[in-house]
């Protein structure tokens, strides 16, 4: 179905598909209608990857997505997605260049998703909220930052009052952020959508020359996170020449000081992750500020490295264990002498390790299994009944 166009100039949280579901529509198929950041380049962001994992799941299942992305030079430039059978993409230069077409093809789904980071976000946010026919759905892919920020401000792609009018807000993190959207925000019904995998595209692969090290990390520049890459990867580095590190992610002062033996690339395509990650002997995963403080916050490449069988050592935050059993699956990390240990660790206990977390990803974080629980919420959101803040507009 692909139709790419530019227009203009130990826990699992599995919540297996129930017949209930398959019949949300009289012959068992969904159409979603999707407004998001990016699902054509995944350069500096966490949302065109499990975006696709879902999207391919449920083209999958028979279910039609259309994803509308506005055409920036910053992910047109380095755009990624070789191919998409499982979804209409969508590129448009300006909002008003697409605006009825889109909003024809929203008014006729039964789902429309507006998300995180969305350009224009606001004003498009406003027209699908005149809907009745389709469920409305937010999908705040980074809700800590999102509320953080319209407490001090706003956000350019959605308003406070714009929240409370969705029926149903999806959040990449869960925990009390969950309960903060629906008793602060007014939230009808909030619930959790986890970064994801797509095991047909991440499995371990021959490792390369390009990447193989001692350590790796892959991640964005972010003022937040720095000082834990800068303690937990690059004073490891410093204290041990004789090993390699690679240090994956755009935006990065590349004219800071960097030992030797620290390889640097501004990006890796998805297509090359599993590349990337079976050519490291351990990977390192860190989490922003924001998302960390909050907890309950797997990035998407934690699923990635895992899925490839690479060992995983990580920074800590509340809700870990929910995804990975520390000790067991992964290993936690809060110092330079912690990541030392672990780097010295024998072969065999690193890669059962390994096994036992890539295992649990396979088991529990699949593209699949999100699209799953995305359909169960979806049933979830059309079976509540209405809140009093919508009963109260009907009567007005």
């Not at 009289?26 to 950041?37: A, E, N, Q, S």
């Not at 997605?81 to 889109?102: F, G, H, K, M």
């Not at 999908?139 to 149903?168: C, H, K, W």
């Amino acid at each position: 179905m692909f139709s790419t166009e530019i227009h203009g100039n130990q826990h699992c949280f599995a919540i297996h598909l129930t017949k209930s579901v398959c019949h949300i529509r009289i012959h068992g198929f969904v159409k979603i209608t999707v407004f998001g950041l990016t699902i054509s380049s995944s350069w500096g962001n966490g949302h065109a990857t499990p975006y696709r994992a879902i999207f391919r799941a449920l083209h999958g299942m028979g279910h039609e997505v259309h994803f509308f992305e506005k055409d920036v030079p910053y992910y047109s430039s380095r755009r990624d997605l070789a191919s998409c059978d499982y979804c209409n993409l969508v590129l448009y230069p300006e909002w008003t260049q697409i605006r009825e077409r889109a909003l024809q093809t929203a008014n006729e789904s039964d789902i429309v998703m507006a998300a995180s980071y969305l350009p224009d976000g606001r004003r498009i946010c406003d027209e699908i909220l005149t809907f009745s026919r389709p469920l409305r759905v937010f999908y705040d892919l980074d809700t800590p930052i999102t509320l953080v920020n319209l407490e001090s401000g706003g956000v350019d792609y959605v308003r406070t009052e714009q929240l409370a009018e969705f029926d149903l807000v999806l959040s990449f993190t869960g925990g009390k952020v969950l309960e903060q959207l629906e008793t602060k925000y007014n939230v009808r019904m909030a619930r959790p959508l986890y970064g994801c995998v797509d095991p047909e595209v991440y499995e371990r692969v021959e490792p390369d020359a390009e990447f193989i090290c001692d350590l790796s990390y892959m991640g964005t520049f972010a003022a937040d996170r720095q000082a834990k890459v800068d303690e937990l990867f690059l004073e490891p580095s410093r204290r041990h020449p004789e090993k390699q590190f690679v240090l994956a992610g755009s935006l990065y002062p590349w004219d800071w000081q960097w030992g030797a033996n620290v390889k640097k690339t501004e990006h890796v395509p998805p297509q090359a992750h599993p590349t990337f990650y079976s050519s490291s002997r351990i990977t390192l995963n860190l989490t922003r500020e924001e998302m960390a403080r909050n907890g309950w916050c797997p990035s998407g490449r934690f699923f990635e490295a895992a899925a490839c069988g690479t060992p995983l050592i990580t920074d800590s935050w509340p809700g870990l264990e929910s995804f990975f059993e520390p000790g067991s699956e992964i290993r936690v990390v809060h110092t330079a002498n912690e990541v030392e240990a672990a780097l010295d660790l024998p072969d065999g206990e690193v890669r059962a390790m390994a096994d036992r977390a890539q295992q649990r990803t396979l088991d529990c974080h699949t593209g699949a299994i999100r699209a799953r629980e995305l359909l169960q919420y979806i049933e979830e959101a059309r079976s509540a009944p209405p809140s009093e803040a919508l009963v109260g507009k009907v009567a007005s």
